[in-house]
């Protein structure tokens, strides 16, 4: 599948069937983060794979509606470091945030062109998550990501929400909206 392909595939999968993933296919969804674009080339990036039951059971009382996190055979934590971020997105944010959002998206297509779904869960209890991870001051959870085989039977978003036209998004030389 090409990246065109996975972009228009994608969508947020919220049932998983009980199949593990392999080892190699879990390592090349990793893998891809680590590509991602961040500012002065920081990767300011961590994540940490939970796969035991008992830690996602745990892990989904601190998601918001994240009861379906228990049944992904893989659920990846996405976090930012901020001593990693040097750079000030216009002067006014570190670029942590985005730069892990750009690794992220690589994960989810790199999922999908594994024939894998995903999900990317951004609201969540941060406190618990702090606590249950035992992460260090500095370091800020972006987002949780399931992964696992799409259970075509369980429930979903129902695909894709209609997107706005280019014509809607995109001005050029000015905004123009």
Known sequence: MDVHEAIKAWKPCLA??????????????LNAARFASSADNQQPWRFIVIRDEESKRRLSQAVTKGHFLTKAPVVLVALGVEEASASLLGGYMLTYPLDVAASIQNMLLAATAEGL?????????????????ELPEGVRVVGVLPLGY????????????????????????????
């Open 117 to 133: 779904g995903s999900c990317w869960c951004t609201e969540f209890r941060e406190d618990k998550l702090r606590e249950q991870l």
């Open 150 to 177: 799409a259970d075509a039977t369980g429930p979903s978003n129902g695909g894709h929400n209609p997107r706005k036209t280019l014509s809607e998004i995109v001005g050029y030389d000015s905004y123009s909206w």
């Open 16 to 29: 998983y069937q009980p199949r593990p993933i392999q080892e190699d296919t879990l390592q090349r969804i």
